[in-house]
C-alpha cells in the first residue's frame, strides 16, 4: 500500500510537541499566517519555485477547486537542541508542513495529490508521489500564473529578497506580480531538499478542505502517541 498519510489537523493545532527520538531535539508547533493565495482557475500546483517556477515543467493537480482567494499557513516548529548543548541565537525554525485551506471545515479522509499520468496503483508499500526540492522551498500557486513571475527567476528578483530578512524566517512569504496580481506563497522545506508529498483532505461530504504538503518534520510517532 502507498505511504498512509497522518492526521494533518495535529500539525495545525497550536502547542503540539514532540521529540526526535534519535537526536533527542524537542519541538513546538505553531500556525504562521501565509496571506491569501488567489486561484483564478482553481488548478493548484505545489513545486520548488526556484527551481520549477516558469519552467514548465511543474503540473498542477488533478484534483481541481472553485477559483478564489483561500488562505496558506505554514505549520513552524521551534526546536530546542537535547539538553546540555548550546542554543543558537536565533530561534531553531523548522516549516513541518504548509497548508492551502479551501474551506474551514474538518477533514476526514486523506489521499495523496496526484498529477496527469499518476496512479496510486503504482506505488509500493510506503511510497508516495511528491515534488523534489532542490533549493530548500516549496510553493503553492495557480496554474494559470505560471508564466507570471519572470523577475522570480535567476539568482535575483522578488522571491529571494521575500527570504532575504533579519532575522532569517522560514515563511510563508507571498510574491505578487504588480502588473496581474497573480501571486504565490513560499516557505522553507522542513530540513531542506528532498521529496514531499501533497495530500488532500476532504469533509464528510467529499468535499476538498485543503492540500497540505508534508516536510517530514514530525516524527511517525509522535502522530500516534
Do not use: K
Not at 508542513?97 to 495523496?112: G, N, T
Amino acid at each position: 500500500m502507498p505511504m498512509p498519510a497522518p492526521d494533518f489537523s495535529w500539525h495545525f493545532t497550536p502547542g503540539r510537541t514532540f521529540t526526535e527520538d534519535d537526536s533527542g531535539t524537542a519541538g513546538t508547533l505553531r500556525v504562521v499566517g501565509g496571506g491569501e493565495l488567489w486561484l483564478p482557475t482553481g488548478r493548484v500546483i505545489a513545486c520548488d519555485p526556484f527551481v520549477a517556477l516558469g519552467a514548465g515543467e511543474a503540473e498542477p493537480f488533478t484534483a481541481e477547486v472553485a477559483p478564489g482567494r483561500y488562505r496558506v499557513e505554514a505549520a513552524v516548529a521551534t526546536l530546542v537542541r537535547e539538553e546540555g548543548e548550546p542554543e543558537p541565537d536565533t530561534p531553531h525554525l523548522r516549516v513541518a508542513a504548509a497548508r492551502l485551506v479551501i474551506r474551514d471545515a474538518p477533514a476526514v479522509s486523506w489521499e495523496l495529490a496526484l498529477q496527469a499520468g499518476q496512479a496510486l496503483g503504482d506505488l509500493d508499500d510506503e511510497e508516495f508521489f511528491g515534488y523534489g526540492v532542490d533549493a530548500g522551498t516549496g510553493c503553492f500557486y495557480d496554474a494559470g500564473c505560471d508564466g507570471s513571475f519572470p523577475d522570480c527567476q535567476g539568482d535575483e528578483g522578488p522571491l529571494w529578497d521575500a527570504f532575504d530578512t533579519v532575522p532569517p524566517t522560514p515563511g510563508p512569504h507571498t510574491v505578487t506580480d504588480p502588473t496581474t496580481g497573480h501571486n504565490l506563497v513560499a516557505f522553507t522545506s522542513g530540513w531542506g531538499d528532498g521529496v514531499y508529498p501533497t495530500w488532500i483532505g476532504r469533509d464528510e461530504a467529499g468535499a476538498i478542505t485543503c492540500f497540505v504538503t508534508d516536510f517530514f518534520v514530525v516524527p511517525a510517532e509522535a502522530l500516534v502517541s
